[in-house]
Structure formats: C-alpha cells, structure tokens
C-alpha cells in the first residue's frame, strides 16, 4: 500500500510536467437496477472543454501585465477569481488548448495553465417514508443488518440541527420548491430586501437570493437533473413534518450552486466560481461550515486543489464522494477527493449489511469514512428522472412521486455532510478541525474499516466522543532507499483534539519526530495530522509510527487477490490468498462471516482447501495480520455449485447434401442442483460412435441450464465441403472447452442417428490457353475456363495453371500460380485469368494446363476430371530490348546554341541491361537514322525489366547548319552495345525544330 499524494504533484498532461487539465466533473450515483454505473449520458464525453483555459499568475503580477498577456495570445478573459489569483479565458479560435498552454508558460508572470476539465455526478420522525431510511435507522426493513446505520435516532436525542448552521450544495442545483425542501433552503436577505436588479450585498452577484448557477450564468439554481436535490434531500430535508422523508438535519441552511448540467456534466471554471462564491459568502458572515460535492474525475487540476484549500483558510469542509469505479484510491487517484488537503473528507458508499457498497472505490488511506450509499430514499426533483427509467421513484411507477432511490458514493456524502451540520448544532463554537476529527473518531470499526481510514460514520458516537482514538500513518515513501528526502505524516487524534507526540522509528533505528504545527510539511496548525521532512541516513525496511494514539508499521500488509473463484461440490479446493507488503510472517484468520463446509483457512499461508460438503453461496471478511500487528481485510464470496451437464440426444435427418444444411436436435441436461452459467455445446460428425473433440466439429453454441433441467436446443448445422461423401454418425459435447466445472467431466458426450453424407459438386476445367511463345522471366496472362457440373455451390476452391513438358497435366507439373474461386454455384460456368511471371529456369517447348480444385478444398462427386491441357509455348532465352517512348525538344533554335532535348527510355526485355548510350539528331525527314546530324549524347548505366528512365541530352546546334526545318530524333544503344532480342527498334522521332541564325 502505497503513501497519500501531495497536494502538488507532477502530472503528465499533454506534454509538460507542470500542466494541469480542467476536469469533466460526474455525478456518482449508480444505478441499482442494472447494477451498472450508470451516467447520464452515455456519450463519449472530451476530457476538457476545447477552446478555454485557466490560468494561475505568480503573486504581485500588476493587472496590466495579465491583460497584455491575455492581448498577446488574442485571448478574451471570462471570469476572475481573485481570492486564488486565477483567471478564466476563451482562446482564439485558430489556437487549441495544449498550444495556448504552452505560450502562457513562456512567460514567466504565468505560475501554471490548465485545460478545462470536465466532470460528473457520481450516482423516524413522524416522515411517512422515514421507514425507507435504513442509513439513518437499519432494523433490517430492506433485508440488511439491524444496527448497520449511522445511529441517527440517538444523535437526534442530542439535536436535530439548527438554522444557524449552513451547507452549500455543489452540484446540480435544488429544487427549491419541494416541499419537504424549501424552507431549509437559504436566503440572502440582502438581496430579498434590497432593490431587484442591484448587486445589494456587493458579492458580484445580482439577485442571488436562494444561491447561483454558474452553469447557466444566473442566479436560478433550479435542478433539472434531480442529483442536487436528491443530495440535499440526504443533508437537509425538513424533519418531523408529517410528509416525506427527513434529512441528517432536521433543521438547517442549504446554498445550492449549481456548475452541473442536466447531463450531469460540468467544468472546473464552473466549479471554482461556486467554491469562491460560497467562500466569499462566508468571509461576509455567513456561517458556512462544509460543501458537499458528490462529483469528480480522474484528472488532477492545479486550479481546483487551490480553490479547496482557499477553503481551508476560510474554515470550511470540503465532503466528496469516493467514486464508483470499484477502485483503491490509494493506488489510483480519483479528484477532488484524493487531493492532499486536511479540509477534504472522502466518503466510500456502504450497503445495508455493512460491507463496501460493490461499486464504492476506496482506500485504507486516502478514503476517511463510509457512509449508507446503496438503495438510498430521498428528495425528487420535479419532472426530473435521474435514471431515466421510471423504476426508482418512490412510490415506485408513479410518476408525479417527489421521492426517488438511488445509490452511490453521491448518496453516501450527503449523510457525512449532515453529521457535519449536527456536530456544528450542538457546539457553535467548534472548527473544521474539531468537527472533521469528532467525525473520524465516532466512526465504527465495523467490517468496513479495511477499507477506509476509520470505518462507518456513526451520529451518536460522534456527538458523545469521549477517549476515542484514531491513529494512521498517511504518507511515507514508496521505496526505502538512503538519501532520498520524502515526507512523513500521521493522523493522530482522540475525539475531537490532537494527540502528540508523533514519533517514526526506521528499522534502522533513526527517529523521526513528526509535528502539527502548520509549518510546511504541515499543511494545518493543531489538525491532529502531524509531519515532518526526512532524509533517510541508511537503508531500512519497514518503519513504526507511533503516538498515545496508536502505532502501525508501514508498508501495511495488502491482499491481492481480489475475487475467489467457485468450487464443486465433493470436489478439492484449493486456492491461496495472495498478499504483498508488510513484515512477514503473516497470520490469517477470517475476520467475519464462514467459509463453505468443509474449507479451512491456514493461518500461515493464506490457502483455504478443502472438499465442501454442501452447496450454496458463502461470504466472510478475510484479515491478515503481519509481525509488527498492521493488518489488511477484504471480503469475499464462494460459491459452491453442483452441475452436471449431460448429452440425453442428438437426431438428425438419415442423410444430407456436402455444403447443405441439416436440421439438428440436441438435448442437454443438467444434472445437478446449481445452475449451470455459461457453457457451449459442439456438434459434430463422426466416423464411429465414440464422440470426442477429434471429430469433424459442424457447429457451436451458447448454452445455459437451470439446475435440474433439460433444455432441447434445434439448429440448422451446415456439412462443410472438405467432407469426404460416405456414412457418420451425429453427435454433440455439452461443456466444450470445459468452460464450466462439473461433478463429472467424464460425460459431457452424447451420439446420435447415423447420417449419409452425399456431394453434388463436379468442378471440371472447360479451357486452358495462355501465349503460343514468350521468354523466361516474362509476364504472361493465362485464360482458364471452369464449371461446376453439380447443383449446388461449391464454396471456395482455387485452380492452378500449371507448365508441362507432355499433355498430360499433374500436380508435379511447374505451377505457375493460381486464382481463388468464391462459391461457383451448380451449373455455373467461369473464366478467371492468371497474370504470371515464367519462371527464368525455363527453356524449349511446354504444355499450357491447369487443374481445378487445386487444394482439394471441395468434396466433389467426381474427383478425376479436374485437369486440362491447353495450347503449347516456345520459351526462348531472356534478353533485352531497349526502346524509346518519347523524344521531345524545343520548337525553334539558334545557330550554335546549346538546345535540351528528353527522351524517355524503357527496356521491354525479359531481363536486364547492361549501360548503353542514347544520341540524339536533327533530320531533315521523321525517320531517324545514324546518318542524320548527332548533336549530342549521354550515357546509361543500364535498365531492369520492364524500367523506364526519363533523361534530357544537352544537344548543341552547329554553328554552320542550314537554316530551316528539323526533325528532332533520338537512337538508344547507339553503336549496338547491348545484345537485344529486337536490334530495329532504337531510333524514335520527336517534334520538329526550326533552326534560325539567331
């Protein structure tokens, strides 16, 4: 297990180590219908906004330098937040997001540029439906644990809330006008009693009266996805008022801003300007205590950490949602909630029995509590459908209901941000530290607690803490080695206070003393996590943190294993549990819960094995223990199945057509008292009634069998054409592959009928004919005519031409190549061509031939009359034969001039030359011979078969010529260098020229 990140971390994101992304935000809700996350728009979403940025100046930077920053790049600022000196721009449209990233950074009044990232939602008072709330009060109504809640009905002994107190709701805004909502919504009563249209409280915003969109750009946070006020729903709706549900609070303030769409999606700029709005409310005096943010990704933003631990300064609580990924957050960051800050609690989502909630991530150091998240009742939004299903409202089908269930880490926030609000209520005077520690000191050990910090929040403990510890080790380094500076912290705490002095001992023997006093490492004066820098003077391998709180060695044992798999009844079982980290040696034990009959756990190894003796689902909590006492827990499940798949038929027709489909029925049976899961079931042709994988395999399907069933399965089953014409028997495998564990693997086969299997192909060559002469190497084209005599498709097949010394034409024969043939139906007649090469080894006189069915890729009725002998070829040996293409010069030129003239020169032999020389002339007439006047020539270095090369010969016009008109012509081979096999085709005529004195 690895230590908490620091607040400020190298992130690779595009291309430099200091950019930082604005995120997507999700909403975390799930949906427990499909047991599927479940987002509210499937679409592939951008990691960032494209043409935006935030960017962050280095302090003292005068507004005028950002401006002409900003005027440089064309980029138009959008919004400001001047508490964390950041600033919100729209680029110009011809820059993208990594380009402008990189130009901001060129300056050095830029601290950092980030895109804009995109996130999501994640998903008993007299109340009527108070009885649905069994995170408050578990009785076990929904099938769950009695007492697995947050023990809601004694901490209301002690208080129910106070309207003093205020939360803001970050998120997709409320519904403000839900009545089991609206009066616990706040008011601005600066702007309710000021003047309508005037900023009256000079916060920057204009009628703000019940909170803000940014989304939207007003001051209407009206929820359109229903997420908002489902959570606020959790924190605060209205206790004790004869309708609905009650909240955490009876009695409290909620703000919504709302940065969330009603897609659930929304950006970091969005995001910040709600942190710094409720902040700005705060410092105005506004008694806020906490936001809760049930929503995040899994892109680090610079902007955001700022934004949260602005915050901090101001005394507020930041509560985020885990996420639903089913993920360690200890090994995979997932923001806001893995930022490194003190203010920050991070809630995973528990069900009514008390264990992690399947899709809640979480994390023994970076995830701080658990809260109920699975099946959660609350507040509906009007007209809103958050799963878009119908399913969820409550009561449930009835489509104007103002409840709704809904499950994820979204929901289990809500309940830790209302335990903040009654902590708040019962002492005014308390802090962020004090009400942050009373929370992870009142918090249960409950089978939970592997995953998390401290376990399952709990009201009542909470409210009444008295000497209640929690001590953690948070950060140390990930590799022990010397020299290598690293920080060290430690939650330290006893309630709601400090608990010093922190000490770390290395095993080799350095100490380290740890502090809380707020001076960097600490991020916090007095917040019961203590730190401290360290230089490791040697190497070590473990190290102690210690306090009157509690002690624990790190690295801290972790399980690796993460699902079991199942086991058969009356059949070994053996599987060994895998664990890293730690000081060995290790003890096992299961913490909770059984294993099956007739499993044993060794305590010592880790291994359960066994023979179970009885059939069924068994689920338990799995600790181990290391030398120096710290522990790691995970739950598992095994499930104990009895199957036995069996053959009981097979039937078919009495005999079927090679490359027709038969109608096959096979009948399988379970046998045993489990359901079988997925399996395949083979059919197959046999030539003897022993049926097994070897066999001639026509068919495979998917299957799945009740316990105790016999399921009859028809199919059409196509007899290939490689099939040889004859006598087989059906038969069929249940099983194949072995897919499912059985009680018996010895009798998964079954045979059936015998079945005569006939072929209606005949594939014959009609004709063969190709070139009556040619050279070796040369290309050639061979025109072969073939016919299926049958009546039905062959399927594919391929024919071969081939080069015989007599006429008659075999498979040994020299294969020139061959053409693939797709189908040819019966009756059907067609002519394919071969282009080919001859091969160069060949000399003399052969025969033109080819067979069809080459391959024997088609049963046929006749395999005997595939082959045909075509027409004779004269092979002579390869040479040769350079010609021209074309020759071109210039229309007109002067007397002793120098005049460019481009021939193009091919060899159409069969092999290749050697170099030669190309002249060109000017003749009186177009035919072009030695004996007209050469003006100029250039040397080849040769050409390959079938190359062409374009050159231009500098020709120069005597200065004693008769004016007038020329030919301009050109001769390759010029002297006869080369041996061609055609010496009369080297001269070609061009354009004409007129030959002036000047």
Known sequence: MRSIRQGKINVNLISFASIL???TYVLLFISSASGQVVKPDDKEKDKYKKGELIVKFKPGVPEEAKD????????????????????????????????????????????????NFLFSILILPNDPYFNNLWGLDNSGQTGGTPGVDIDILRAWDITTGNSNVVVAIV??????THPDLSDNIWTNLAELNGVPGVDDDGNGYVDDIRGLDTYGNDTDPMDDHGHGTHVAGTVGAIGNNGMGVTGVNWHIKLIPCKFLNQDGYGYTDGALECLEYVRALKEGGVNIVATNNSWGGDSYSQALYDAIDAQRRSGILFIAAAGNDNSDNDAWDFYPASYNLPNILSVAAVDANDSKAWFSNYGRKTVHVGAPGVDIVSLRANGTDMYGDGQHFIPQGNPDAEYYVASGTSMAAPH???????????????????????????SE????????????????????????????????????????????????????????EVTVTSSSGEVVNLYDGGVPPDLAANDGIFSASWIPASEFSYLTFSSPAGTETVPTPSILTASLPSGLVNHSYSQVIGVSSGVPPYVWSVHSGSLPEGLNLNVATGQISGVPSRTGV??????????????????????????????????????????????VTTKVKNQGNSDSGAFYVSIYLSTDSIIDATDRALLTF???????????????????????????????????????????????SGVGNQIYVASDIDLVTTSVSGPSSGSPGQQVSITIGIKNQGSIGAGESYVTAYLSVDPTITMGDTELGSVYVNNLGGGVQQTVTLNTTIPTSLNGSYYIGAITDSRSSVAESNENNNSLVGNQISLASAMPDIILLSVSGPSSASLGKSIPVTVVVRNQ????????????????DATITTNDSKIGTTYLNGLATNAEQRVTVNGQVPSKFSLGKYYVGAIADTGNQVAESNESNNARVGNQISIKKR
């Not at 199919?715 to 014409?725: I, S, T, Y």
Request: net charge negative; with cysteine.
């Open 702 to 748: 998917y299957a799945e069998t009740p316990a105790g069933t016999e399921q009859s399965f028809p199919k059409n089953v196509g007899l290939p054409l490689v099939l040889v014409p004859g006598f087989y028997y059906l038969g069929a495998i249940a099983d194949t592959g072995n897919r499912v564990g059985e009680t018996n693997e010895n009798n998964n």
């Open 909 to 924: 032999g069969t092999t290749s030359s050697g170099g030669f020389y190309v002249s060109v002339y000017l003749s009186s």
């Open 171 to 176: 998120d997709t805004g409320t519904d403000d």
């Open 416 to 442: 830790v941000t209302g335990l903040v609000g009654l902590i708040k209520s019962q002492n005014p005077e308390r802090t962020w530290i004090d009400v942050k520690n009373l929370i992870l000191s009142g």
């Open 68 to 115: 002409k920053i900003h005027l440089k790049y064309e980029s138009k600022k959008l919004k400001k937040f001047p508490s964390i000196n950041i600033e919100y721009v729209k680029l110009k449209e011809s820059l993208t997001v990594e380009e402008a990233i990189a130009l901001y950074l060129t300056n050095p009044e830029v601290e950092y540029a980030e895109p």
């Open 445 to 500: 050990n409950t089978n939970f607690y592997g995953s998390t910090l401290a376990g399952r929040i709990n009201a009542h403990r909470s409210l009444t803490c008295n000497q209640s510890s929690v001590f953690s080790a948070l950060q140390f380094p990930d590799s022990f080695q010397a020299g290598m500076s690293t920080i060290l912290s430690a939650l330290s705490v006893n309630c709601g206070s400090p608990v010093g």
């Open 21 to 23: 992304v604005m995120v």
């Open 618 to 663: 068994w689920s338990f909590m799995v600790k181990v223990v290391d030398s120096k006492n710290s522990f790691d827990m995970r739950a598992f499940s095994i499930h104990i199945r009895e199957i036995d798949l069996i053959v009981t038929s097979v039937s078919g027709p009495s005999s079927g057509i090679i490359g027709q489909s038969i109608a």
